[in-house]
């Protein structure tokens, strides 16, 4: 599974960025699709995943700001940022998921999780 992520910059706080995610290869065991984020110094932390059936999850630091999105299928994702601050300033990574059922868990076995390689988004104040 490859994935190509692209979108990321530097825009002012209170700004809005628009990530989006490209998957490809042996993707058919793919059924969820995830943003993380580490900034430097900082534990790596979910941003928002979603789920072929469309179900959403965000990480509460970016709850009712950020959205996430498929164009149909899980093949392309894209990260809507709106109302950004300097603490969501980190490295942003795309991430597909085989999840045994239908619903997200941050409990899955992450071994056989893809990642991409990473965009930076730096909001300044």
């Known amino acids: 599974v490859q994935l190509q992520a692209c979108g990321g910059g530097l825009v002012q706080d209170g700004g809005s960025l628009r990530l989006t995610c490209t998957i490809s290869?042996?993707?058919?065991?793919?059924?969820?699709m995830a943003w993380y984020r580490q900034a430097p110094g900082k534990q790596r932390e979910l941003v928002a995943a979603?789920?072929?059936?469309?179900?959403?999850t965000y990480g509460d630091a970016v709850k009712g700001r950020f959205g996430i999105s498929k164009d149909g299928t899980l093949n392309t994702v894209a990260l809507q940022m709106a109302d950004l601050k300097p603490e969501d300033t980190a490295v942003y990574y795309c991430?597909?998921?085989?999840?045994?059922?239908?619903?997200?868990?941050?409990?899955?076995?992450?071994?056989?999780?893809?990642w991409g390689q990473g965009t930076q988004v730096t909001v300044s104040s």
């Open positions: 979603l789920t072929s059936l469309g179900a959403t």
């Open positions: 290869g042996n993707i058919g065991s793919i059924n969820a």
């Open positions: 991430v597909a998921v085989s999840l045994l059922g239908t619903s997200w868990s941050e409990d899955r076995d992450k071994r056989s999780d893809h």
